[in-house]
């Protein structure tokens, strides 16, 4: 997650006040005296409830600070961030004042601060800052300010700025700020600022500002500002421009589509450049430096080789022969053409 949280300064900082603190303290191999585990219970063979520190209960738990805790079923409510607590397997529900952290969650987990698992969460987890799974996030995920599936997510992650994962995403990323994930996303990527897929994305990608496939694209991506790719297949939209390596489908950029091969139709306002054309091109400037196979229809046509038509106030070829290379509404392939 280096790079993310370099990228994203807030989100390091809420994660550090309240996540990753315990987190690294439970990878630390040094030894540290055993916990006191001295609670009031209430209940037989460690079912019922149970007032304090108890390693083991099943029933209602009330601690202040969780500490060496080894398992709780059923109801756990803490009032201060954890010590130490490198096997605790939460089942069922977790409501921290602060921030419940465990090694693993399973069911629902609260906290006005945070909420964190340095292995998996599966199920509900929901909290006021940082929503953080050090492995995989299974379930719901909503943070206030972020949430973190540092290996993955399987479901919904929401986050007031941002949403990351190092891992793949199966499911839904949603947030008012950036949207990361760095491996495969099938399902829907959103962020108001921006949306950022390093690997393929599978289903539909949106942003007011910006959207960006780092690697392939299959479904819908769109923008407001800016959609920019590798390898675009579908849908594409980008209020300002689209960029990319190829698109392939139906493309439309407000200013600009910029691709180095394009299959489908392409359209905009101002103009679209590519290096190989298959299919129709709309827009005021049609640019093909290379082949086009098919039609463009613009005020101004230019194409270095041609298999189909030009349809615009001015069209030029360059392969054609002298004389025939700038017509005025029509302009095709000659025969002879040099």
């Not at 001295?38 to 409830?49: C, K, Q, S, W, Y």
């Not at 007032?51 to 060496?68: K, P």
């Not at 973190?148 to 190092?166: Q, R």
């Given at each position: 997650?280096?790079?993310l949280?370099?990228?994203?300064?807030?989100?390091l900082?809420?994660?550090c006040?309240?996540?990753?603190?315990?987190?690294?303290?439970?990878?630390?191999?040094?030894?540290?005296?055993?916990?006191?585990?001295?609670?009031?219970?209430?209940?037989?063979?460690?079912?019922?409830?149970?007032?304090?520190?108890?390693r083991?209960?099943?029933?209602?738990r009330?601690?202040?600070?969780?500490?060496?805790?080894?398992?709780?079923?059923?109801?756990?409510?803490?009032?201060?961030?954890?010590?130490?607590?490198?096997?605790?397997?939460?089942?069922?529900?977790?409501?921290?004042?602060?921030?419940?952290?465990?090694?693993?969650?399973?069911?629902?987990?609260?906290?006005?601060?945070?909420?964190?698992?340095?292995?998996?969460?599966?199920?509900?987890?929901?909290?006021?800052?940082?929503?953080l799974?050090?492995?995989?996030?299974?379930?719901?995920?909503?943070?206030?300010?972020?949430?973190?599936?540092?290996?993955?997510?399987?479901?919904?992650?929401?986050?007031g700025?941002?949403?990351?994962?190092?891992?793949?995403?199966?499911?839904?990323?949603?947030?008012?700020?950036?949207?990361?994930?760095?491996?495969?996303?099938?399902?829907?990527?959103?962020?108001?600022i921006?949306?950022?897929?390093?690997?393929?994305?599978?289903?539909?990608s949106?942003?007011?500002?910006?959207?960006f496939i780092?690697?392939?694209?299959r479904?819908?991506?769109?923008?407001?500002?800016l959609?920019?790719?590798?390898?675009?297949n579908?849908?594409q939209?980008?209020?300002?421009?689209?960029?990319?390596?190829?698109?392939?489908?139906?493309?439309?950029?407000g200013?600009?589509?910029?691709?180095?091969?394009i299959?489908?139709v392409?359209?905009?306002?101002?103009?679209?450049?590519?290096?190989?054309?298959?299919?129709?091109?709309?827009?005021?400037?049609?640019?093909?430096?290379?082949?086009?196979?098919?039609?463009?229809?613009?005020?101004?046509?230019?194409?270095?080789?041609i298999h189909?038509?030009?349809?615009?106030?001015l069209?030029?070829?360059?392969n054609?022969?002298?004389?025939?290379?700038?017509?005025?509404l029509?302009?095709?392939?000659?025969?002879?053409?040099?």
């Amino acid at each position: 997650m280096n790079r993310l949280r370099a990228a994203l300064p807030l989100a390091l900082l809420a994660a550090c006040v309240l996540a990753p603190a315990p987190a690294r303290a439970q990878a630390d191999t040094v030894s540290e005296p055993p916990a006191s585990h001295r609670a009031l219970n209430l209940g037989v063979d460690g079912v019922g409830i149970s007032i304090g520190n108890s390693r083991e209960w099943t029933g209602v738990r009330l601690n202040a600070v969780d500490h060496q805790v080894r398992r709780v079923n059923g109801i756990n409510l803490t009032a201060w961030k954890p010590k130490r607590n490198p096997e605790f397997e939460m089942n069922g529900v977790a409501v921290g004042l602060l921030a419940p952290v465990a090694h693993r969650i399973n069911g629902v987990a609260a906290g006005l601060g945070g909420v964190v698992a340095t292995d998996q969460v599966n199920g509900v987890a929901v909290s006021g800052i940082v929503t953080l799974a050090e492995q995989r996030l299974r379930g719901v995920g909503v943070g206030g300010i972020a949430t973190v599936g540092d290996h993955g997510i399987d479901g919904i992650a929401a986050g007031g700025l941002v949403v990351l994962s190092e891992g793949d995403v199966h499911g839904i990323t949603a947030t008012g700020g950036i949207s990361i994930v760095e491996g495969r996303h099938t399902g829907i990527s959103a962020g108001l600022i921006a949306a950022y897929t390093d690997g393929v994305m599978t289903g539909a990608s949106v942003s007011l500002g910006g959207t960006f496939i780092k690697g392939r694209s299959r479904g819908a991506a769109g923008s407001l500002l800016l959609l920019a790719g590798r390898d675009l297949n579908g849908l594409q939209i980008g209020g300002l421009a689209v960029l990319a390596d190829s698109v392939n489908g139906v493309t439309a950029g407000g200013l600009t589509v910029d691709a180095g091969r394009i299959r489908g139709v392409a359209a905009s306002v101002g103009r679209v450049r590519t290096s190989a054309l298959n299919g129709a091109s709309v827009a005021a400037w049609n640019q093909v430096r290379g082949t086009q196979r098919g039609l463009a229809i613009g005020l101004f046509n230019y194409a270095r080789d041609i298999h189909g038509v030009q349809l615009g106030v001015l069209n030029y070829v360059r392969n054609n022969r002298k004389g025939l290379r700038l017509l005025p509404l029509f302009n095709t392939r000659f025969v002879d053409g040099g």
